[in-house]
């Protein structure tokens, strides 16, 4: 069985509780298209994304996004709060100042200031993602086309391996939903 790290965040915060939660998947190159949908459903956050290896040479690492019903092409906080982590833990390192994601939108250059603790990460979607984007989904993107988005600060709450899930119950609060069709 191989391991894989996952860390949870709060991006655009820096307190654990705020900004917005992101799951991330370290090296999951050897996960399928349904374990990874089936994993960001587990997990049940805004948005569980998946760093893997890039498919060109011109990209820093690719990463795919998944809410818990389905696969996006793009989403701001996801490719902050995933560049943060592939910076954390050695997955990717920035050239010069600048990571070069790839995603389904096509390659977002992600520029790197300052060093961990004080890291602060800028996106600016190039027009080349921005058509790729909107020719998969032009309602999706309709408007938001080369907004730059700032990520000031992130806040690990934990960093636990992916298949262990009696630790990463304890490092969240549990959700009951009540099962459609009980009575009383």
């Known amino acids: 069985m191989t391991l894989h790290r996952y860390f949870q965040l709060d991006v655009f915060s820096h307190r654990p509780g705020g900004g917005n939660p992101l799951g991330v998947v370290v090296g999951a190159d050897d996960w399928s298209d349904a374990a990874m949908q089936a994993f960001a459903k587990w997990t049940d956050i805004v948005e569980t994304t998946f760093l893997l290896r890039p ?15 389905r696969e996006i092409a793009f989403a701001g906080h996801p490719s902050i709060g995933s560049a943060h982590v592939a910076l954390l833990s050695g997955f990717a390192s920035a050239s010069e100042g600048v990571l070069i994601q790839e995603c389904q939108a096509g390659l977002l250059p992600i520029r790197v200031e300052g060093e961990s603790g004080q890291r602060r990460l800028f996106i600016h979607q190039t027009r080349q ?20 988005i700032r990520a000031t600060r992130l806040a690990a709450r934990s960093r636990l391996d992916p298949q262990d899930r ?17 009575g009383t």
Do not use: E, K
Not at 55 to 69: C, K
Not at 129 to 148: D, K
């Open 55 to 69: 498919t060109t040479n011109a990209a820093s690492y690719r990463l795919r996004i998944f809410t818990p019903t």
């Open 129 to 148: 993602a921005s058509a790729g984007l909107c020719r998969r989904r032009p309602a999706l993107v309709a408007g938001r086309i080369c907004r730059r």
């Open 166 to 182: 009696a630790r990463q119950r304890q490092s969240r609060p549990l959700r009951v939903r009540p099962q459609q069709g009980a």
